[in-house]
């Protein structure tokens, strides 16, 4: 379980407030009226904006001094941050070793998330000789890999065409749950929280709700939620 112990957090004169749980396993979109505080809170998650006050505990242990490498969790962003230089298989392996130091159960491992993401034989190529949705197959790959917890998602496959995106969204939830994995993410999209997450987290007016139900909170959705969603 994911905890936000009274958590309040600070950007410049903005100020967004947390105190919450997310089952283990559980899918959650993160949604909200833009500027709302949603990138703010997964960079508290992750450890890159320290609390002004209050503290993040996962599995009952206090993470919130803990240093960003050391937390048990993956992010995935909308720039995939692949290295250009390496190949594939290298921007895969950073996530088992950063310096690269590969054993053959490393490459057998590496071969079977290449697979596992459509990937196989694409090994030996560059980033650039890849398509945007080859691209973010490598990113998400890399982040099987690594196997962590929680896996933090924050608009990752914005970038591609809708019919991508529902694909590389579907392959990552099937992932997830394979591996028993949390999930939170970060969408501008309904549909995608809908498609893919039971519950959703709402970030507005200053507050990071606890996760409802999805279904119910965009056919009801509150006067914040509702002007954003166009509703
Ligand atoms: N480094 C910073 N210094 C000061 N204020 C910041 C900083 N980063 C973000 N903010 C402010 O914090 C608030 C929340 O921003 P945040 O990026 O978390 O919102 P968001 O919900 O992710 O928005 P969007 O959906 O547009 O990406 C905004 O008002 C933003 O201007």
């Known amino acids: 379980m994911l ?16 105190d919450l749980s997310v089952a283990t396993g559980a899918r959650v979109a993160v949604i909200g009226p833009s500027g709302a505080g949603k990138s703010t809170l997964l960079a508290a998650i992750t450890g890159f904006l320290a609390p002004a006050s209050g503290r993040i505990l996962w599995a009952g242990q206090d993470i919130t001094r803990t240093e960003p490498g050391a937390r048990p969790l993956s992010i995935l962003f909308q720039d995939q941050n692949l290295f250009p230089h390496l190949s594939v298989t290298q921007n895969i392996g950073l996530g088992l070793d950063p310096r690269l130091r590969l054993s053959p159960a490393d490459h057998a491992r590496i071969e079977a998330a290449l697979e596992r993401t459509g990937l196989a034989g694409l090994g030996p190529r560059k980033p650039a000789e890849l398509s945007g949705g080859q691209q973010s197959r490598v990113a998400l790959a890399r982040t099987l890999l690594r196997a962590r917890p929680l896996l933090l998602l924050d ?5 591609l065409g809708p019919a991508l995106k529902a694909e590389m969204l579907a392959l990552t939830a099937e992932l997830a749950a394979e591996q028993g994995t949390t999930l939170l993410m970060v969408t501008h999209d309904p549909e995608d929280a809908a498609a893919l997450c039971p519950q959703t987290l709402l970030v507005a007016e200053g507050l990071a709700h606890p996760p409802q139900d999805t279904a119910a909170l965009l056919a009801n959705p509150p006067p914040s939620l509702r002007a954003y969603l166009g509703a």
């Open 3 to 18: 905890t936000l112990d009274n958590l309040r957090l600070e950007q410049g004169s903005f100020r967004l407030a947390a």
């Open 155 to 159: 608009e990752p496959f914005s970038a």
